[in-house]
């Protein structure tokens, strides 16, 4: 799979980038229609003025004409707040229009990124798609917004007072339209130009961005370092990079917008000198030169402001590459066209069949080979192993994070790659050994398995994982907030409301990876008992590095450089003398059954390989 930077350089290729929000725009075609009303009022609006104007010079000013004089400054007047009007609707409905679209983008690309696959994100970092989806969504809303609607003014004006000038005077148009490939050229060349640099700067501020993001998410490591220096000098580099970039889009930018200008206005002077000597020969009257003035002003000034939309445009261009990238982004974990339905109701079966496989990362290094195993419904098997040795690849393959290299793995007797992974994975509750908790309330991460539960059920589910006394000693009991990632619970009260999603889950299948490492002594006898509870009936797999988690077990699977080398109860292991009773008989002798086999035997036994 390509890396989003890979998919960049694809991406800088496309033409018409901006052309990916027109699905977005059409969606509210109210807002569309009542910008563009109010859009082409306000330029009629404007266009109307220089033949108001042309009539009143040819008339000429004299006392005797004070009523009518009066009553054109009135109808001048009116004009002017027809445009008010006219522009004040024409801004509600396009900054509505890019807020709207805008929301629209930000929920389909979050939604996009949580289906993409574990390898995705084995590949990418979560800062840079969070960049992404902040500060790249907010520059298309300024385009959306407030940009397009300038760019179809100024298109507008720009076209209107051409025409408008060659109604006028054709003989003077034609000079005017004589230079205008000297002006449009540049333009276009100046803009590939800015597009580049712009997106080169966006690129560099996400980089920034995303080790800021690191940084904060985990201040007390730096701290406990006293690395908070050398995080400064890095993000101090990170956003002179960004700077450096951000300024030579501002020069390109600087030098599109000063030669547009330059080229215009340089042009408009020339062909009104030109105007006046026909003035001065009778060919014209002052009034006529006098509104082919105003409108070689209108077309110019509308040219110039559209060189420097043409900027923004390109930024957003790039901004709009980069979601563009997301979007396209393919799942390589997705449902079947038909998926084949899991069987009700659920049996808790778990096959592995002569499983081969290598993470997309590291796709020549064998993760599994040739492993088989079948968990009986309502059997509890325990995992051991070195790290490295396979065990937690066992449960991203359940969970179908990942699709097998060769082989297969059944849920009910269905190939996981045969059905929905939505289904399959409702069929299974995870206790990690690494939790993951939001900055919500103790009572919303409870519930995050189980949406909509109650909270007799979530108060429920907290007792039986023994959290319930010790959340109600918090502040706010179970609407406690709890910090990013639970900063402000200890590990073991973590431990404990996982153990409590899982309860309420209520799910046929469970894994739990090492689920009590986190415990005291007495906090895990009491977390145990609950554990116990919760596996009956239910199919059970463990991950574990303390033997005594897995003395209960009905069956033990121990691994080894991606195999399974043994397999059978922990008497009948002993009994066998191999790998497995040699890794017990450490850690018995040393009568510390808390003790890790990376202590016992150099064999680390945890679950996070």
Same mark, same amino acid.
């Given at each position: 799979?390509?890396?989003?930077?890979?998919?960049?350089?694809?991406?800088?290729?496309?033409?018409?980038?901006?052309?990916?929000?027109?699905?977005?725009?059409?969606?509210?075609?109210?807002?569309?229609?009542?910008?563009?009303?109010?859009?082409?009022?306000?330029?009629?609006?404007?266009?109307?003025?220089?033949?108001?104007?042309?009539?009143?010079?040819?008339?000429?000013?004299?006392?005797?004409?004070?009523?009518?004089?009066?009553?054109?400054?009135?109808?001048?007047?009116?004009?002017?707040?027809?445009?008010?009007?006219?522009?004040?609707?024409?801004?509600?409905?396009?900054?509505?229009?890019?807020?709207?679209? +805008?929301?629209?983008?930000?929920?389909?690309?979050?939604?996009?990124?949580?289906?993409?696959?574990?390898?995705?994100?084995?590949?990418?970092?979560? *800062?840079?798609?969070?960049?992404?989806?902040?500060?790249?969504?907010?520059?298309?809303?300024?385009?959306?917004?407030?940009?397009?609607?300038?760019?179809?003014?100024?298109?507008?004006?720009?076209?209107?007072?051409?025409?408008?000038?060659?109604?006028?005077?054709?003989?003077? &148009?034609?000079?005017? /339209?004589?230079?205008?490939?000297?002006?449009?050229?540049?333009?276009? *060349?100046? *803009?590939?130009?800015?597009?580049?640099?712009?997106?080169?700067?966006?690129? &560099?501020?996400?980089?920034?961005?995303?080790?800021?993001?690191?940084?904060?998410?985990?201040?007390?490591?730096?701290?406990?370092?006293?690395?908070?220096?050398?995080?400064?000098?890095?993000?101090?580099?990170?956003?002179?990079?960004?700077?450096?970039?951000?300024?030579? &889009?501002?020069?390109?930018?600087?030098?599109?917008?000063?030669?547009?200008?330059?080229?215009?206005?340089?042009?408009?002077?020339?062909?009104?000198?030109?105007?006046?000597?026909?003035?001065?020969?009778?060919?014209?009257?002052?009034?006529?030169?006098?509104?082919?003035?105003?409108?070689?002003?209108?077309?110019?000034?509308?040219? *110039?402001?559209?060189?420097?939309?043409?900027?923004?445009?390109?930024?957003?261009?790039?901004?709009?590459?980069?979601?563009?990238?997301?979007? @396209?982004?393919?799942?390589?974990?997705?449902?079947?066209?038909?998926?084949?339905?899991?069987?009700?109701?659920?049996?808790? @079966?778990?096959?592995? @069949?002569?499983?081969?496989?290598?993470?997309?990362?590291?796709?020549?290094?064998?993760? /599994?080979?040739?492993? &088989?195993?079948?968990?009986?419904?309502?059997?509890?098997?325990?995992?051991?192993?070195?790290?490295?040795?396979?065990?937690?690849?066992?449960?991203?393959?359940?969970?179908?994070?990942?699709?097998?290299?060769?082989?297969?793995?059944?849920?009910?007797?269905?190939?996981?790659?045969?059905?929905?992974?939505?289904?399959?994975?409702?069929?299974?509750?995870?206790?990690?050994?690494? +939790?993951?908790?939001?900055?919500?309330?103790?009572?919303?991460?409870?519930?995050?398995?189980?949406?909509?539960?109650?909270?007799?059920?979530?108060?429920?589910?907290?007792?039986?994982?023994?959290?319930?006394?010790?959340?109600?000693?918090?502040?706010?009991?179970?609407?406690?907030?709890?910090?990013?990632?639970?900063?402000?619970?200890?590990?073991?009260?973590?431990?404990?409301?996982?153990?409590?999603?899982?309860?309420?889950?209520?799910?046929?299948?469970?894994?739990?990876?090492?689920?009590?490492?986190?415990?005291?002594?007495?906090?895990?006898?009491?977390?145990?008992?609950?554990?116990?509870?919760?596996?009956?009936?239910?199919?059970?797999?463990?991950?574990?590095?303390?033997?005594?988690?897995?003395?209960?077990?009905?069956?033990?699977?121990?691994? @080894?450089?991606?195999?399974? +080398?043994?397999?059978?109860?922990?008497?009948?292991?002993?009994?066998?003398?191999?790998?497995?009773?040699?890794?017990?008989?450490?850690?018995?002798?040393?009568?510390?059954?808390?003790?890790?086999?990376?202590?016992?035997?150099? /064999?680390?036994?945890?679950?996070?390989?």
């Amino acid at each position: 799979m390509a890396d989003l930077t890979e998919t960049t350089q694809k991406a800088r290729r496309s033409v018409r980038p901006l052309t990916r929000l027109v699905p977005y725009v059409m969606r509210y075609p109210h807002l569309v229609i009542g910008a563009l009303v109010f859009l082409f009022v306000a330029a009629v609006t404007t266009l109307s003025l220089p033949m108001a104007i042309r009539r009143m010079i040819d008339h000429g000013f004299s006392a005797q004409d004070a009523g009518f004089i009066n009553s054109y400054f009135s109808m001048l007047a009116g004009i002017a707040i027809l445009l008010a009007f006219a522009s004040a609707c024409r801004y509600y409905f396009v900054i509505t229009l890019g807020e709207r679209v +805008v929301s629209d983008i930000r929920r389909d690309v979050f939604d996009h990124v949580m289906h993409l696959s574990a390898a995705f994100y084995d590949a990418n970092r979560s *800062g840079e798609i969070v960049s992404r989806l902040t500060a790249d969504t907010t520059q298309i809303k300024s385009t959306v917004g407030a940009t397009a609607s300038l760019a179809l003014r100024n298109t507008i004006l720009c076209v209107g007072a051409g025409a408008m000038m060659f109604i006028t005077s054709p003989k003077l &148009s034609g000079l005017v /339209l004589a230079v205008i490939p000297l002006i449009v050229f540049p333009l276009v *060349g100046f *803009g590939r130009k800015v597009r580049k640099r712009s997106r080169e700067a966006q690129d &560099s501020l996400a980089e920034a961005m995303t080790f800021a993001g690191e940084a904060i998410g985990a201040t007390r490591t730096v701290q406990a370092f006293n690395t908070e220096k050398s995080s400064q000098a890095r993000f101090s580099k990170a956003v002179e990079v960004a700077f450096t970039a951000a300024r030579k &889009s501002i020069l390109a930018r600087s030098v599109l917008t000063g030669f547009a200008i330059a080229m215009a206005f340089g042009s408009i002077v020339a062909v009104l000198w030109y105007g006046a000597q026909s003035v001065l020969s009778g060919e014209i009257t002052p009034g006529t030169l006098g509104q082919f003035l105003l409108y070689s002003v209108f077309a110019a000034g509308s040219l *110039g402001a559209l060189s420097e939309v043409w900027g923004e445009l390109s930024q957003a261009a790039g901004a709009s590459e980069r979601l563009s990238e997301l979007l @396209d982004e393919v799942p390589q974990i997705r449902a079947p066209s038909a998926p084949k339905p899991l069987p009700l109701p659920a049996e808790g @079966d778990i096959r592995f @069949d002569d499983v081969h496989f290598a993470y997309p990362a590291r796709p020549d290094t064998s993760a /599994l080979t040739g492993t &088989s195993f079948h968990v009986r419904p309502g059997e509890t098997v325990a995992v051991v192993g070195a790290s490295g040795a396979g065990k937690s690849t066992l449960f991203s393959l359940i969970l179908r994070f990942y699709d097998v290299t060769t082989g297969a793995v059944l849920i009910d007797h269905v190939d996981v790659r045969d059905a929905d992974p939505a289904e399959v994975r409702a069929r299974i509750a995870l206790v990690p050994q690494d +939790v993951t908790i939001f900055a919500g309330s103790v009572g919303s991460n409870i519930a995050f398995g189980r949406p909509g539960a109650s909270q007799a059920d979530i108060e429920a589910a907290a007792i039986a994982a023994q959290a319930h006394d010790f959340i109600l000693a918090l502040d706010q009991g179970y609407d406690t907030p709890v910090g990013e990632r639970g900063i402000t619970l200890s590990g073991g009260q973590r431990q404990r409301v996982a153990i409590a999603r899982a309860i309420l889950r209520d799910a046929p299948i469970l894994l739990l990876d090492e689920a009590t490492s986190a415990l005291d002594a007495e906090n895990e006898k009491l977390v145990q008992k609950a554990l116990e509870v919760l596996m009956e009936n239910r199919t059970t797999i463990v991950i574990a590095h303390r033997l005594a988690t897995v003395l209960r077990a009905d069956r033990i699977l121990v691994m @080894d450089k991606g195999r399974i +080398v043994e397999q059978g109860t922990h008497a009948e292991l002993v009994a066998r003398g191999g790998l497995y009773a040699r890794l017990a008989r450490l850690q018995f002798e040393h009568g510390a059954e808390a003790l890790t086999l990376d202590a016992a035997s150099g /064999l680390e036994m945890k679950a996070g390989e």
